[in-house]
């Protein structure tokens, strides 16, 4: 609306009165009376942390600072969306395996508290031993059976008190995401999609004219990761006392000799956004086709492990049926 000529508090008004969502409208609706009272954008989007965060309140603010406020929000809605499709792409790659194992593993529950007692009835009557697989079955039946409201809430505590720790013990956070890099496969398009993130991130706030510091401020917390966000406040100190950019980051075991080598080119043509923006296709591509590698290859694996779990126990409970036919037979 802008770059159409637009004035700023007319689009406000516009895209306010416009919205679906409720609370979305009165968010926009209270940036306009912000604005309206000659408060800077930047200011005013300051005062909605949750929605609008540090990054995009600095980009905002140079480019009020330099009239091209309009371009500034192109590059932050094309930053966004970038950035987000990525992470989209790892919550999808993450979500499909957990969301398969949880529901096999309440499978395998309901199969063990109301199932298996059934069977376990009519083996009691067999008066033969019962095959070492069945009565390890039956015996976690029993555990089930009995505790099945320990095991449920255990669980349900379990995984509660990892994600409040994740968010309220750093030290725990950071060894959770340091740990999560070296996972195989997975730790590989973390590596990937953080290297993505910074070189997208840099690229945008250099391109806005945002000084190199500062970027790299910024940059550190929306890389996404601790592990990154530390290299790169480290990477910040150095460059703040004269360090070039790809000898600071050529010290960090994190970034790839090819990322190393693109911004040293970008620092001596004097054209490091364009290169870094080059970087991050290449990772985002990079990113979208191990997602793609890692969900081909995890549908078999999960299909290998829910068969086994049920089959298992399906197993268990026709041994005893199979060998007494032979018996009778």
Not at 5 to 28: C, K, S, T
Not at 216 to 222: K, M, P, Q, R
Not at 230 to 253: C, F, H, N, P, Y
């Amino acid at each position: 609306m802008m770059a159409a000529g637009v004035p700023l508090v007319q689009a406000f008004d516009i895209i306010g009165r416009g919205h679906e969502n409720p609370g979305m409208r009165d968010l926009v609706m209270a940036i306009k009376t912000d604005v309206e009272g000659g408060v800077a954008l930047a200011d005013a989007l300051r005062k909605h942390p949750m929605q609008f965060d540090p990054l995009t309140c600095n980009l905002v603010h140079a480019g009020e600072q330099a009239g091209i406020l309009d371009n500034l929000l192109d590059k932050i809605a094309t930053y966004k969306e970038k950035t987000e499709a990525i992470k989209g792409k790892i919550k999808k790659a993450m979500f499909y395996p957990t969301a398969v194992l949880v529901v096999a593993f309440v499978i395998a529950a309901i199969l063990l508290i109301f199932v298996i007692p059934q069977f376990q009835t009519l083996f009691s009557s067999f008066g033969a031993d019962l095959p070492a697989l069945t009565l390890a079955v039956i015996h976690l039946s029993k555990i089930f059976t009995a505790y099945w409201w320990a095991i449920f809430g255990g669980l349900g505590l379990g995984i509660y008190g990892l994600i409040q720790a994740n968010k309220r013990v750093p030290a725990f956070n950071e060894g959770l995401q340091r740990m999560s890099l070296k996972i195989p496969i997975i730790g590989a398009i973390l590596n990937k999609a953080a290297i993505a993130r910074f070189a997208r991130t840099l690229a945008t706030m250099f391109a806005a004219g945002v000084p190199l510091v500062e970027a790299l401020d910024s940059v550190a917390g929306a890389v996404g990761n601790v592990v990154y966000g530390k290299a790169v406040t480290k990477i910040r100190e150095e460059v703040a006392t004269g360090t070039s950019l790809q000898a600071s980051m050529g010290q960090r075991d994190l970034f790839p000799n090819m990322v190393v080598q693109m911004v040293a080119i970008g620092e001596e043509a004097g054209s490091i956004d364009t290169m870094l923006s080059k970087v991050a296709d290449f990772y985002e591509e990079e990113v979208d086709n191990a997602v793609d590698g890692l969900s081909s290859l995890m549908e078999p694996l999960i299909m290998v492990v829910l068969g086994g779990m049920i089959g298992t126990l399906v197993v268990a409970m026709y041994l005893p049926i199979f060998k007494l036919g032979q018996v009778v037979g």
